[in-house]
């Protein structure tokens, strides 16, 4: 445990070992393992065309996953700087050559097609051209729970006129966020930890390390910078009676489930 005294020898600064990075890969890592699981149920050949659309961050997680056995990945998103994402640590390391592009032409040029842009991501129109041996596509809603993303959210329809033999959902729940972004996640596990750690006996305050990671990744486009600033401890607190941060982090992270649905 990660622990110093504080404002005085009775009070102490306790800090997890686990870092944000951590969290947006553990998070990552339940949705590229899923999807892998159902690409393995499908029997395909390691050659087979897969096409991944949309890079933050389950897209790179699930690259990265699937590149440890398959050899014909590719990769798309509109920003090209989202390409240095595949080079570093985010989502697992890179085992194999993959193409990337900002080509969405080629969307249409493999066998397995799955897409994780979300909200205003790959609209119904685009979705109706696809004719693929298996869909798949994430549900950028998690629990249901806001009826204006719910209303918002059209993965059905995108779904339903795709034209394959196989489609699923990658459904990611467990924390009560509105949606199953990676970055909503690690916030709400971070929320969830500022209320639990306020109702601790002998805690004074507690306090997360997290900004607004968008901005630098979508408008600075500073891949490096975004790196290092998640690469700090997740989660501080002052307290006269230290306990483990960690596992209560291990906690929210376990509540987090993705499935094929």
């Known amino acids: 445990m990660n622990i110093d005294t504080g404002i005085t020898s009775e009070i ?10 951590d969290i947006f890969n553990e998070i990552i890592l339940k949705k590229s393992e899923a999807v892998f699981n159902y690409i393995e149920s499908l029997d395909i050949d390691t050659n087979t065309g897969i096409i991944v659309i949309g890079t933050y961050f389950t897209g790179v997680g699930i690259v990265k996953r699937l590149s ?8 798309i998103d ?14 697992g390391i890179l085992k194999g050559e993959i193409e990337f592009s900002s080509d969405l032409d080629l969307i249409y040029s493999g066998d397995i097609v799955i897409d ?11 979705s109706s051209k696809f004719d693929v041996e298996a869909f798949i596509i994430e549900d950028p809603v998690a629990e249901d729970n806001d009826n204006l993303l719910k209303e918002k959210n059209n993965i059905h329809e995108r779904l339903k006129v795709v034209n394959s033999p196989n489609k699923a959902i990658i459904k990611t729940t467990g924390i009560d966020t509105k949606t199953s972004g990676t970055m909503t996640l690690t916030i709400g596990i971070l929320t969830n930890l500022l209320n639990k750690c306020r109702q601790k006996e002998g805690v004074l305050y507690s ?19 975004f790196i290092e600033l998640t690469n700090v401890n997740a989660f501080k ?25």
């Not at 102490?12 to 990075?21: M, V």
């Open 78 to 91: 509109i920003y090209p700087h989202l390409e240095g994402l595949l080079y570093t640590e985010l989502g």
């Open 12 to 21: 102490f600064t306790i800090k997890s070992e686990t870092k944000l990075f």
């Open 237 to 261: 607190v002052s307290t006269i009676n230290p306990f483990n941060l960690d596992e209560l982090i291990e906690e929210e992270l376990n509540k987090i489930n993705s499935k094929m649905i």
């Open 68 to 75: 440890e056995k398959y050899e014909n990945i590719t990769l």
């Open 207 to 225: 306090a997360c390390e997290m900004g607004f990671f968008e901005e630098v990744i979508f408008k600075e486009k500073n891949i490096e910078k």
């Open 116 to 126: 994780t842009t979300g909200f205003g991501g790959i609209n119904v129109e685009q």
